[in-house]
């Protein structure tokens, strides 16, 4: 099946600093989607992306489907920055069967 | 608007128990979804009902079965509680699979001793 990897694995920032989250899967896809998970559990989606660049904020995101990655964009990280962030994907072909990557874990200091 | 509900919020199971955990969305979705968290690890989807009356398996699918009661509710049930289903559930709804974001539920923590 398909593989998602992401990297860092963890990322400990100032306050202030900017960061590159990255995501890479290993087959063409027809969905990706970037999620935050709260140190509270809750998921939240940040960015719906199979292809392109997106800006919502302070937060951007830009994949290249034909390179099979995707860079999530932190920029003036804040404290509620911290949680986990994810990478997920769909293929489409053989049904809507969506994989997590195992996360990006990220603490902001003040 | 309450978006994705689940209840309940926490449960614990003895071994061999059964239970079902329900998921309601309000949003006129038409593709539900639910996944299980293991800590420190990314979710893993169990089943998913990409519209209503029509269910399939995700990547970890043994050990449960799941109900599209119509199309604002999607149940998991676990008929036979294994300490290995101890876990964060989550379920997520989207207007279309494959086309839209998912939103997700606030989560069950399942116990199973």
């Known amino acids: 099946g398909i593989q998602v990897e992401q990297s860092p694995p963890d990322l400990i920032l100032q306050e202030g600093a900017n960061s590159t989250l990255r995501c890479n899967f290993s087959?063409?896809?027809?969905?990706l989607q970037w999620f935050h998970q709260n140190p509270w559990g809750q998921l939240i989606n940040l960015f719906y992306i199979p292809s392109g660049t997106k800006q919502n904020g302070r937060l951007s995101a830009t994949t290249v489907a034909t390179e099979r990655y995707s860079l999530l964009y932190i920029s003036s990280s804040q404290t509620t920055d911290s949680g986990v962030y994810f990478c997920?994907?769909?293929?489409?072909?053989?049904?809507?069967?969506?994989?997590f990557g195992a996360g990006t874990r990220l603490f902001v200091k003040a | 608007n309450a978006g994705v509900t689940q209840t309940p919020k926490f449960q614990v199971l003895k071994t061999g128990q059964s239970m079902t955990l329900q998921c309601a969305q309000d949003?006129?979705?038409?593709?539900m979804y639910w996944y299980r968290q293991d800590p420190g690890m990314g979710l893993r989807l169990i089943y998913y009902s990409a519209s209503e009356g029509t269910t399939d398996k995700g990547e970890v699918p043994n050990g449960y079965n799941v109900s599209r009661l119509n199309k604002r509710e999607f149940s998991l049930r676990l008929e036979s509680a294994a300490p290995s289903q101890t876990s964060v559930y989550f379920c997520?709804?989207?207007?279309?699979?494959?086309?839209?974001?998912?939103?997700f539920g606030p989560g069950t923590r399942l116990t199973v001793l």
């Open positions: 997920a994907v769909e293929r489409g072909t053989g049904g809507f069967k969506t994989i």
């Open positions: 997520a709804s989207t207007r279309l699979a494959g086309a839209n974001e998912q939103f």
């Open positions: 087959d063409s896809v027809n969905n």
């Open positions: 949003m006129n979705h038409n593709s």
